[in-house]
């Protein structure tokens, strides 16, 4: 029995047809099922319980189903409501509809057709959560990269002035500054060891009160960093525990991080945040580099050149992480369909300027042109996640002659065969052999199969498409290429996303590396199999299985 956990309100005076429902057919599924005999008590239960889907009779005393979808509206309730109806109302269900009705019920019906219709509603609003938790999920990783961006263009800046000055106040100022955006920092200064008295000195400081700024350049204690300087390590703190420092004056979350000199602590880098809202590990992270900055310059101007090198390795490390979210960002496949819309606003704009380039200046125009590559690359990925994503996804499965879709597929690449001179064949038996499959789906993966063949055959190299039936009856089909072959170490990772046997950044074959994941995603959700055989530099055999169709009785 299934173990539904999703949230009914049946809002139903007839016990009769309640009963039904409820008891006979939603309830032995696993439903919650809340009942309500009027449109008053199903208004305060919609608040309370938040159901998933509402299933109203037209008929209710006091307000009507259709007076109750109103109020339902106006009390910012958007739960999908099925309409119970009874023969002759057919106007009168049109109307719900028009209000905003999800379903409805033509009364007298049986079980299957109550659970038919909830499914069809909570199908939709499954999907709907979906988006909604992907989108949510999606706007939490752009932050981040966002984030991420903000401490590169920090870093980068800072190590800029660190080696174009000798300017020390201008220096620690744009330390404090840069540190404070990579953060979201409120308050932030930097303090110095004094040689002589061994007392910390306010060197640069941001957003601080007018009596604590008043002691630039003199002595400060904030009450935490001579304790930091003991240790020599980075402190955060934030919430109650940060109530016995001095420094809780200017907020609930601080982070102190020493600026160290052959393992001397010469000056303390302290950032905070009027919020509890704690320094995260790659916030340290970043800040330990930030105070690396500022230690070199106090060590000796002359060090320029090896802190450019150390600013070149960290831009380095920065560009990879910053991949390495690009990456997670592009698996967020299915909202592709809502990042369309504005990469074809910029897009657009992009043509524009295009337009008034002979007016800009080479830099510009320079940039102009990456800009444009940039977004034909996004594009390419938003058009392949988005086959990707639509794969398996809608099961339209009728009996197909794979005789027929497979002449079609040869015909559709004899092009491309050609022009890289490989010899494309099929054999196929004398007989048709049928499946029961999507139709459209059974041609992607044709599709996907041949063209990866293609693509990483020799010249003067052959494919060749077998049909036929396994033992016990179902469609068999291989493709064969004489390619570079795939080593069997790397076999188990080859229907992984994205993944390629050439994945160097100057692979010859290009492609993103979905088709293999591709085809295996929509032979898996028809009720097939898929294998792979390989020998390096002989070629590779793809072959898969399809149901057959169902017998007819």
């Not at 898996?524 to 390989?534: H, N």
Request: proline fraction near 4%; glycine fraction near 6%; avoid cysteine.
């Amino acid at each position: 029995m299934a173990t539904k956990r999703e949230r009914i309100l049946l809002v139903e005076p007839d016990p009769e047809i309640s009963d039904l429902v409820a008891r006979q057919a939603l309830q032995p599924l696993g439903y919650q099922i809340h009942t309500s005999e009027d449109a008053a008590g199903a208004i305060r239960q919609a608040i309370q319980v938040s159901p998933d889907v509402i299933i109203a009779n037209m008929n209710l005393s006091g307000l009507s189903g259709k007076d109750l979808l109103v109020a339902l509206s106006s009390q910012g309730v958007e739960t999908p409501v099925i309409i119970i109806a009874e023969e002759g109302m057919e106007n009168e269900v049109i109307r719900t509809f028009r209000l905003g009705a999800a379903d409805y019920l033509m009364w007298p019906f049986q079980e299957p057709e109550v659970v038919s219709a909830v499914e069809r509603v909570l199908k939709q609003v499954r999907v709907q959560r979906e988006r909604a938790r992907l989108a949510e999920q999606v706007q939490k990783t752009n932050q981040e990269l966002k984030q991420r961006v903000r401490e590169l263009i920090t870093l980068l800046g800072i190590g800029k002035t660190v080696t174009s000055t000798t300017d020390q106040k201008a220096l620690f100022k744009n330390v404090v500054e840069g540190a404070m955006y990579a953060t979201n920092a409120d308050r932030g200064w930097l303090l110095l060891r004094e040689e002589k008295d061994k007392e910390f000195i306010l060197r640069a400081y941001n957003n601080l009160p007018k009596t604590i700024a008043a002691k630039l350049n003199k002595p400060w204690d904030d009450g935490i960093s001579s304790l930091v300087a003991v240790s020599g390590e980075t402190l955060a703190i934030h919430g109650e525990s940060l109530g016995r420092f001095k420094v809780s004056k200017l907020g609930q979350s601080a982070i102190a991080v020493p600026i160290n000199v052959q393992q001397e602590t010469m000056g303390m880098l302290v950032l905070v945040r009027e919020k509890a809202a704690p320094f995260q590990k790659n916030t340290q992270k970043l800040l330990a580099a930030v105070s690396d900055y500022a230690a070199i310059s106090l060590v000796n101007t002359n060090l320029f050149e090896a802190l450019e090198k150390r600013a070149y390795a960290l831009k380095q490390t920065a560009e990879i992480a910053q991949e390495s979210e690009r990456v997670k960002s592009e698996l967020l496949q299915n909202i592709s369909h809502e990042l369309r819309t504005p990469l074809n606003t910029v897009i657009g704009y992009i043509s524009i300027l295009e337009e008034e380039a002979s007016n800009l200046r080479k830099k510009h125009r320079e940039t102009l042109q990456e800009i444009k590559e940039k977004l034909a690359v996004l594009t390419n990925i938003i058009d392949a996640v988005t086959t990707l994503q639509d794969a398996g996804v809608s099961q339209h499965p009728t009996k197909v002659d794979l005789k027929l879709q497979i002449r079609e597929a040869v015909g559709r690449f004899r092009g491309n065969a050609h022009k890289k001179n490989i010899s494309l064949f099929a054999e196929l038996p004398p007989e048709n052999v049928y499946a029961f499959a999507d139709s459209n789906q059974t041609g992607k993966i044709l599709d996907a199969l041949i063209s990866n063949a293609i693509k990483f055959n020799k010249e003067n190299g052959e494919v060749t498409i077998r049909l036929t039936k396994t033992k016990d009856g179902h469609p068999y089909i291989s493709v064969q290429d004489t390619g570079i072959g795939i080593p069997k170490k790397l076999q188990g990772k080859i229907f992984d996303l994205f993944y390629q046997v050439d994945g160097s950044t100057t692979r010859q074959y290009g492609g993103l590396g979905i088709g293999l994941s591709l085809a295996k995603k929509i032979i898996l959700s028809q009720g097939g199999k898929i294998q792979v055989e390989s020998v390096p530099d002989k070629g590779t055999i793809v072959h898969f299985t399809l149901r057959q169709p169902p017998a007819v009785k």
